[in-house]
């Protein structure tokens, strides 16, 4: 049974910062690329951060500079730090693990940043 599980979520002021972790189980994370993903409010979800199984990473405009996304597979988690937040980051944040044909979502975690 796969299993993504997003923490780090939370309530900060503009300019604070958050780590999000998603700790995966039921595959073999080294081989996977993992990203994450927003959804706003009345928006549709966006890509906001990606590493490959080797490590590359790709970062939405809106957040370079910003973000950092990292993993330990040793963990089985990858991460997002966050800093420097705004209110237009508020959103739900959900992690995705995908190889080939396979492609899995956590339940995501809630990021709301007051400004």
């Known amino acids: 049974q796969v299993q993504l599980v997003e923490s780090g979520g939370g309530l900060v002021q503009a300019g604070g910062s958050l780590r999000l972790s998603c700790a995966a189980s039921g595959i073999d994370f080294s081989i996977y690329d993992m990203a994450w993903y927003r959804q706003a409010p009345g928006k549709q979800r966006e890509l906001v951060a990606d590493i490959t199984r080797s490590g590359s990473t790709n970062y939405a405009d809106s957040v370079k500079g910003r973000f950092t996304i990292s993993r330990d597979n040793a963990k089985n988690t990858v991460y997002l730090q966050m800093n420097s937040l705004k209110p237009e980051d508020t959103a739900v944040y959900s992690c995705?693990?995908?190889?080939?044909?396979?492609?899995?979502w956590g339940q995501g975690t809630q990021v709301t940043v007051s400004s």
């Open positions: 995705n693990g995908r190889r080939r044909w396979y492609n899995y």
